[in-house]
Structure formats: structure tokens, C-alpha cells
């Protein structure tokens, strides 16, 4: 080694460094436990010689030798030791330069090292322009980072540090100033003090720092996040006990509600995908502030839920003897329609897994269609629940709301089966004739779904939003006429039709079952009341006009209500109600069956009609007023009775001379048919010769025979076609007194279909030409000349027992 390079050396007190560099220029202070090292300061200060602070490599090692010390350390000076408690010091240090550790020469009582000042030699040369633009390149950003650092570790120095680095050109100074002064491991503080070019170092301590602000931005991060789901837990956690606290007050038991759902859920045994998603709900209701809206939603929409019996049913009995004793012990007659039920149910009791079947009850209004689905729902052991479908005309009403809108609430179907508690009743479709269909939807598209049991395993309503199994529902509809049922429906249906009853059939049924029902709904005992069998004659011919029982039922009714003011208020032990006293009880006859229509009249007919409420006695009026042979029709008729008038009008013209009616009578004449009861609304072909006879008494004033009653279509040349309804339509005419029924020849045939008691009661005349009708109902015939008799028209009878109006 050259003499004049170890002039440069010393040998000084060094003290090993445990996790810690000191760096030139900078004072620190750091506490001192080792004796060796309080021995080794106390020597530089006694001495005045700087002291050498070098990091040993592993701080573990209590005394160091050469080898577990770094090689590169800081000659400092020591500026104050303060005792502390014990024995240990603390101690202020400056660090002066960099030194290399040549040689441990003593290690007892204190290490004294051999040292030698390294430094980067400042050559002027080196120091070209590109050097200074890196270092300012280097300083500039660890200003940025060192500010970012700033702000992630908000200590109050930490704005002075950076006035410190700022104010200063000297990359290395600030590479110094920085590792003094940020954590860092023991390695890369090592690093910094290793590297004397001072751009070099700079950039090294840059990378430090970006390395360190990372991870400090990493873990503020992670500290946000801990730090939000604490706050929002701790929200959540200060809500509820608010919510309980307000509950408590209030007298609910908050707490118990969402427990109280999981528990109805786990009691109710749910299919798992209802399961599932209640207990979604629930979860969804738990978070919901104390009285939301949406909460009081969810509860609704839970309530719904577990109502509806998902698994529950009752045990079906299918045995057709003991639904036959119940279905008779409902109901007096129908034995058509209990047969075909009856039949039904024998298919279900050998094929029980035949599903779809639907049974549609087609009816006048009171013949019992309502109350026999309710028998045979008592017969089969289902629930009934009961869904009246007239006038529903939106598809909502059957599939309900999305739960989400005010008020919402499920469809009618849903809800029906609410109220049976079981998933397989009987549900009675009252009035699917009388559906209607808007903008809104269509119900009956709807109903389709519902009825087909392809798809009703899996029914949807908006409001509960699960599938449904509709499969083992019976459905039960009624309507009073099938002509007004979407196609597609009927198709899906089998049709039962019940007739309108019979005055003995309605004395029957009143006796056997209507007044028991009334004795006990007004709380009378049989032996209170005693209504006679004319008394219940005279209730059914002069109180009741109607094809079923449900107004004689209301009579009954009435008629029990004045029994039991009588035994109440006057003391009576009995009411006898007879044929002549039950005008005291009833009041004033409404209807006089001998009186009405017997009076022979110009112009005035009997028509018979066929309604959807039975058939009903249609008169007719016609009369002739000066005109100019103008047809009026009015009574708020439709366009194929118009027409059908048109063609009666238009026959009598071509046979005006045979009915002795001046040939061009129309050119003076106008005709007016009216029918009564404006009101309501009349169609059809089947009035064509009750028309035609009105005109023609009109034009002739010949009176029409009161007694006779008529119904049948008319054609141009004056044949009669035949009709639908004859059963409703000449059972109306035996309620009306008619003794003789005109119907057309090929309506003979159905005669046979009408109850015995009617066809007895009624004189039945077939016709086949609308000559005939007016021999038949006419007082007597037009008064023709002979001369004008024309040809016999095509379509009449060659002979018969009704006389031809030729013939006359
Ligand atoms: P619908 O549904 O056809 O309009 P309801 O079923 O309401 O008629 O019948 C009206 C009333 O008449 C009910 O009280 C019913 O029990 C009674 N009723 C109808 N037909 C019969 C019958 N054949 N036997 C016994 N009661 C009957």
C-alpha cells in the first residue's frame, strides 16, 4: 500500500450499529445499551476524536468481529449523551463523511477501528451537462415521491423534510437525507451508504421510495377497506338497535318478525325453490329500514306466500255410490246432469291419474249449477273455493299484479286457493260466459293456461313469482249460455246442460229443499211454519216468472221472515201459510198467468224467445199507419231479426190479394212493429212468423188468437225453418198460460226431449208454411176471392190436419 493513502487513514472508537445507518450531515440520537459501545463514546468524547458507526450485518450478534460488520460506516461526531434510567444512554451523533473499515484493531474495552474517508472524486469533468440534468431528473422525482410519501405517513415533520429536500442541489445529500429518514430495511439503508456516486444513489434511493409509497398506498387501501365494512357493520348494528329499541317502545316485537319467517318457512315444508326464494325475501326484509315502504311489501308478498298451501291436500274420495247418496240429498232431479257427473267420477276411480278433465255447467240462472259444483265438491272431499269471473275483463285479475306496484296483490286464482288451504279443491269458474276482454289483457288467455293441463303444473302469477301446480285443482264452470265462451275454452271443457225446471219440479224442490234451508237460516222449527203445496203453487205461478229457483228461494225467504215477526211479535205458535193467504205475506200478486196474453187482439203476437236467463214470452205489436210503405222495426232489436222482418214484409206483399190486402196496400201504408221492453237488447231469425203474423192481423184486422204462442224462422216465399231452444221456450209458455204452440215441422222431432208434464199441459202444432200459422192463429181467415187464389208455394204440405190458407 502507498505511503501517502495510508496517511489518510485513522484509527478511531467505532461503535456497532444494531438496525440502523447513519449518514453524513445527518444528527440523529438513538439509545446505546452495549457496554463496549457507551465505553467507545465515552473514549471519542473524552478523546475529542470522531467515533466510526458502522451497521453490524446481523444484529443478533452481541460482539461483532471484523466479519459481521458492513464495510462501508460514517465518521461521526457524538454531540450529547444523556444517562438514561439503568444503564443505558442516549446519544446525539453527526455524521461527518463515509469511511471504509480497513482493520478492527482493538475490541476491548471498546472496538477501535482503522478508517479511511471514501468520497466520489468531484472531477470537473465528469460533472458534464448530461450528468447534471440526470441529477435533476433524480431530485425532481424523489421531490414527487417523497411529497407522495409525505402524505401517506402524516407526521408533522414531514412538510419540513420536504423544505429540506427542495432547498438542496445535492443529489447524494438528499439520497442521504431520505434513507435517514424513512423506514427502511437494514439492507437498503446499507445500500444507500454503499453507493458514494451520488446521482446513482439517488436513483437507488428513488426506487426504495416508490417501492415503500406502494406499499404504503396498498395498505392505506386495505386500511379504507376494513375501515368501511367496520363503519357500515357498525351503521347497520346502531340501526337495528335503534329499530328494536323503537319496537320495544312501540309494543312489536321486531326481532321476532324475521325469526317468526324463518321459522313459518321451515314449518311450512315448501317446495325448495319457494323455500329458497322466501328465505331470499326475508334476508332482503331484514336489511330494510323500520317502516319502509319496500319492507311493508315483503311482508305482504311473505304473508301471501305462506298462506297459500304449496303441499297441502285434502284426501280425495272417489266413490261414485257415495257421491251419488250426496248428490241426491243436495238435489231434487237432474238426474241427467248427476249421471253425467257420476260418470265423471267412475272415469277418476279408474284412471285416478287422468287429469284435465273440466266440467262446464250450462244453465239458466237458479237451476243449481253453483250449488251442485258445491255438492260434488262435498262428495269428492275437496275444499271449494268459489272465483266469479263475470265481468273480469283484465288479464291481471286472474294473474295479478308484479309485487311491486301499490297495492298489488295475486290473481284471482291464486287467491282462491288461498282460501280453499289446499292445493287440490274443487275451484267453481262461476260465469266464464260473461269474461270480457280490453286493452288490458286478455282474461281468457289466461284462463287457457289455468284450464290446460299441460301447462297448469307450472302456473305463474305476477305477484308471487313461483310456479304453481294448478295439476290436481278440479275446475267446476258455469255459464249461462255456451255461445259466449272463447272457443278455445269450450274446446277444453265438457258441457253439461241444465234446464229450466217445471212448476212441479220447482214444488218439489221448494218443499224438499229450498223452505228446509230458509226454516233454518231464519231459525224456525219445522212445526213453526207449514206451507201448504198450493200456497208454494201459488208462490211459484203468481211470484216467481223464471226458468230456475232462485227468486221462488227469495219468496220462501220472505215468506219466513214475516213467520217468525208473527211468532216473535204476536205470540203465535203457528203460521199456516195457504193458497189463499199467502197474498198477506207476500204482498200483491205480481204476475196474473190467467189474464196475461188470453185476450184475442189486432196485431198484438206471442212470440216465443230463447235468452240466455231461459225463454222467455216475446208479443209482438204491428200497426198500420197512412205512409209510403216504410217497414219501422223497433225495441231495440238486432240485424238479423231486422232483416227476418224485412223478409216477412216482403212475403206478405207477394201474397197481399190471398191474404185479402189490397195488392198495392204498401204504397199508402207504413208498417210499425214494436216489441216491448225496449231495453233490452233482442236477436235472431226464430221471431220471423211471429212478426209476420202481427203484420198480416194489422193489415187485415183480423184480432190474433191470445192462447197462442209461436216461434220459427221465415223465409222470402213464407216457409217456416226450424229453431233452437223449444224446451226453455215452451216451458216460458206454459209459465205464461199459453195453451198452443206453434213450432216448425222440423222442430217435431225435439218434442220428445220436453218434459212430460209441459208436453201434456201444451197443445204442440208443427208448421211448415207461414200459411198455416195464420190458420192456426188468426180468429179466422182473410176473406180472399177466389179468383185471385195463386199457385199452391213450394214448401207446403200437399196435406195435413192444419188447413192451407188457399184451402180456406
Ligand atoms: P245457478 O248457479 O244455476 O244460478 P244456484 O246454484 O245458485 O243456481 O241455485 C239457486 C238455489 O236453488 C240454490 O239455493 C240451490 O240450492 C237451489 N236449487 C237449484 N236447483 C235445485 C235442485 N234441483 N234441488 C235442490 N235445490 C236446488
Known sequence: MPEEEKTNRQTIPALALRGLAVYPKMLIHFDVGREMSINALEESMTSNRPIFLVAQKDIRVENPGRDQLFTIGTVSVVRQILRLPGKSVRVMVEGQYRAKLWDLVQTDPYLAAEVEQVEFPKDPELESKGNTLRAEAAIRQAYELFDRYAELTPKNTASEMLMNIMSSEDAGYIAD????????????????????????????????LRREVEILEMEQSIQRRVQENMSQNQKDAFLREQVRVIQEELGEDGENEIAGYRRQIADAKLPEEVEAKLLKEVIHLEKQPFGSAEGSVIRN?????????????????????????????????????????????????????????????????????????????????????????????????????????????????????????????????????????????????????????????????HFVELPFDLSDVLFVTTANTTSTIPKPLLDRMEVIELASYTDEEKLQIAKNHLLPKQLKRHGL???????????????????????????????????????????????????????????????????????????????????????????????????????????ELTGNLGNVMKESARAAFTYIRSRAVQLGVPADFYKEKDIHVHFPEGAVPKDGPSAGITICTAMVSALTGIPVRGDVAMTGEVTLRGRVLPIGGLREKSMAALRNGIHTVIIPQENASDLEEIDQTVRSALQFIPVSHVDQVLAHALEHLPLAEPSDLGEIPSGMPEAGTHAPLHQA
Open 525 to 631: 222449527k219445522k212445526s213453526q211454519l207449514r206451507v201448504t203445496d198450493d200456497a208454494i203453487r201459488e208462490s211459484i205461478v203468481s211470484y216467481t216468472r223464471e226458468s230456475g229457483v232462485r227468486i221462488l228461494e227469495r219468496e220462501l225467504g220472505a215468506l219466513c221472515r214475516k213467520a217468525a215477526m208473527a211468532i216473535v211479535s204476536d205470540g203465535a205458535k203457528q203460521v199456516r201459510a195457504t193458497r189463499d193467504n199467502v197474498e198477506t205475506y207476500l204482498g200483491p200478486r205480481k204476475y196474473h198467468p190467467e189474464k196475461n196474453g188470453m185476450e184475442n187482439q189486432v196485431g198484438l203476437v206471442n212470440g216465443l224467445a230463447w235468452t240466455s236467463v231461459g225463454g222467455t214470452l216475446l208479443e209482438a205489436e204491428a200497426n198500420v199507419i197512412p205512409g209510403s210503405g216504410k217497414v
Open 177 to 208: 437525507f431520505i434513507a435517514q429518514n424513512v423506514s427502511m430495511r437494514v439492507m437498503d439503508k446499507q445500500s444507500i451508504l454503499d453507493e458514494l456516486r451520488p446521482v446513482q444513489r439517488l436513483n437507488k434511493m428513488n426506487r426504495l
Open 301 to 461: 308478498y311473505l304473508d301471501v306466500c305462506l298462506e297459500l298451501p304449496w303441499t297441502k291436500t285434502t284426501k280425495e274420495r272417489v266413490n261414485v255410490q257415495a257421491a251419488r247418496k250426496i248428490l241426491d240429498d243436495d238435489h231434487f232431479g237432474l238426474d241427467k246432469v248427476k249421471d253425467r257427473i257420476l260418470e265423471f267420477l267412475a272415469v277418476k276411480q279408474l284412471a285416478p291419474d287422468l287429469k284435465g278433465q273440466i266440467i262446464c255447467l250450462v244453465g239458466p240462472p237458479g237451476v243449481g249449477k253453483t250449488s251442485i259444483g258445491m255438492s260434488m265438491a262435498r262428495a269428492m272431499n275437496r275444499k271449494l273455493a268459489r272465483i266469479a269471473l263475470g265481468g273480469v275483463h283484465d288479464e291481471a285479475d286472474i294473474r295479478g299484479h308484479r309485487k311491486t306496484y301499490v297495492g298489488a296483490m295475486p290473481g284471482r286464482i291464486i287467491n282462491a286457493l288461498r282460501q280453499a288451504g289446499t292445493r287440490n279443491p274443487l275451484l267453481l269458474l262461476d260465469e266464464i260466459d260473461k269474461l270480457g276482454s280490453d286493452m288490458r289483457g286478455d282474461p281468457a288467455a289466461a284462463l287457457l293456461e289455468v284450464l290446460d293441463s299441460e301447462q297448469n303444473g307450472t302456473f305463474r302469477d
